[in-house]
């Protein structure tokens, strides 16, 4: 176990920005490992609203378009969810937040962001989904979706805040990566709306990242990782999760101490 613990601090350069002081949280824990054999790749992660402890996760790009609902006490898949009229081109980053503003919906945030490192002015498209209302249904279908170009080759990280305002953030190295705020009126329209932003996210990353980030449900917390791809929050802000790529990888769970 010692040497999973000083693997999980190398490889996570987690931080974690507040108006507050810093929070402290405590040496990683393992809560279990993956056992499904469909959960192999994945690389987002985001709390459920409607249900408690589950947390949504995703493969990387190649698998077909579905989320797993993972019970973040065991590990255990709960819930798969085909995402219909989605497509899994290169998703990387989940989030969860109000379906629009004064929305009392929760939903799903899926971003299919990579594909414009292979080909750059490619289409990439963030698919909105309402929360499923129990584990045991098979599909979920699109309730928006919004398709963009933009500048940045590659965008890891999706995050969404409790007025329901929409961010995405470039993969860069140091400080060179933008932030962009999707513009709400782009949601359902047929066509890619081109992406503007001379915002800087301002965090350095130490290799090409983010690679996946949350904003807290209360919307004052941002947490990002610049290694592993999947890191999310729990729905109350109290812990955080982990999750590396790979076949039956371990959730690792971190307690807010402050
Ligand atoms: C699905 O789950 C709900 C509760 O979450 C339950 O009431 C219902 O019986 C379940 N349906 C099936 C087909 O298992």
Redesign the pocket.
């Known amino acids: 176990m010692a040497t999973t613990y000083v693997l999980i601090v190398i490889i996570y350069n987690l931080i974690i920005q507040s108006a507050c002081a810093v929070p402290q949280f405590s040496h990683g824990r393992v809560v279990g490992r993956i056992s499904s054999e469909s959960v192999y790749d994945v690389s987002g992660c985001a709390a459920s609203r409607v249900h408690p402890g589950v947390l949504y996760v995703h493969n990387d790009h190649g698998d077909s378009a579905r989320i797993f609902a993972l019970d973040r006490n065991t590990a255990k898949v709960v819930g798969e969810f085909l995402i219909s009229g989605a497509r899994n081109n290169d998703w990387e980053d989940i989030a969860v937040g109000p379906c629009d503003w004064a929305d009392a919906r929760s939903c799903i945030y899926i971003l299919d962001g990579g594909s414009a490192d292979e080909y750059p002015g490619y289409e990439n498209t963030v698919y909105r989904v309402v929360e499923p ?5 098979t599909q979920l279908p699109v309730d928006s979706s919004l398709q963009y170009r933009w500048t940045a080759r590659s965008s890891g990280t999706i995050m969404v805040d409790e007025e329901a305002n929409v961010f995405i953030i470039a993969e860069g190295h140091g400080l060179n990566n933008m932030i962009v705020q999707l513009p709400s009126a782009a949601w359902g329209s047929t066509s890619a709306v081109f992406l503007q932003s001379d915002s800087m996210y301002g965090v350095s990353q130490s290799r090409k990242g983010p690679l996946g980030g949350d904003i807290s449900a209360d919307g004052t917390e941002i947490l990002e990782s610049d290694w592993g791809e999947a890191v999310c929050w729990s729905a109350d802000g109290k812990y955080y999760y982990t999750l590396a790529e790979g076949h039956y990888q371990l959730l690792f769970e971190y307690m807010r101490l402050n």
């Open positions: 209302d129990r584990m045991n249904i």
